[in-house]
């Protein structure tokens, strides 16, 4: 009955590797976003999908690349990961558009060595 | 975020009751809102307060907007030492919410 999830909630690996954080959501959102929490807690919206159309691409490196294979489903593939990229990755959606409340998933911990 | 400002820490008593103060800039915003992180946990959508409105309030937690200042606070009675958490302020933007950098409350016996 999870309204947000995420996959994996965490997830170490090594620089360079290559890495995807799964998110799906059954609320019958239109839209969703990927957000980034670093270690000062600072969030920081990433990308924005409404109705699988990318929206929003927030000044993220192109290592960054997000899919949305249905309005359900918005993942995230990390290429060629580096030790910045090391945080928390939030998942959420919304109806319609970000004018309406945003629900977040609980979050999945990346920290790459 | 640059957007959103908000203090960094408060430390209360348990029993008072904390207030939690965040300026924001897009007036045209249509919510604002309240999140709370706890520990190693995700973001709980604590409340919101639609942008005509002045006040808000839910049980403990009251919500206060000065839309001519654009000022939010959230005011939580009774603190308890379950409310020790990070509390986010958020204004809606287009297709993206921005976030004040957090406020960490600490409840003290």
């Known amino acids: 009955d999870t309204a947000v999830s995420q996959t994996p909630k965490y997830l170490v690996t090594q620089m360079g590797n290559d890495k995807s954080i799964k998110c799906e959501q059954n609320?019958?959102?239109?839209?969703m976003y990927w957000y980034k929490q670093d270690s000062k807690k600072f969030l920081k919206i990433m990308f924005s999908?409404?109705?699988?159309?990318?929206?929003i691409n927030e000044t993220v490196p192109n290592r960054f690349s997000p899919k949305s294979p249905d309005k359900a489903h918005l993942n995230l593939h990390i290429n060629s990961l580096e030790l910045g990229d090391s945080a928390v990755y939030f998942c959420?959606?919304?109806?319609?558009?970000?004018?309406?409340?945003?629900?977040f998933g609980p979050g999945t911990r990346l920290l790459v060595l | 975020g640059e957007d959103v400002e908000q203090s960094l820490f408060l430390s209360v008593r348990e029993g008072d009751s904390s207030v939690i103060n965040c300026t924001y800039t897009d007036s045209s915003s249509t919510y604002l809102y309240w999140y709370k992180q706890e520990p190693g946990a995700g973001l709980q959508l604590l409340t919101y307060?639609?942008?005509?409105?002045d006040m808000k309030q839910d049980q403990r937690l009251t919500v206060l907007l000065n839309k001519k200042d654009k000022h939010l606070s959230l005011r939580i009675a009774d603190t308890q030492t379950g409310d020790s958490a990070i509390y986010f302020c958020a204004e809606n933007g287009d297709y993206k919410l921005s976030f004040g950098a957090g406020t960490t409350v600490t409840v003290r016996a």
């Open positions: 999908y409404n109705n699988k159309e990318l929206i």
């Open positions: 609320l019958g959102h239109d839209t």
């Open positions: 307060i639609f942008s005509n409105m």
């Open positions: 959420a959606s919304s109806q319609r558009t970000s004018k309406e409340t945003q629900y």
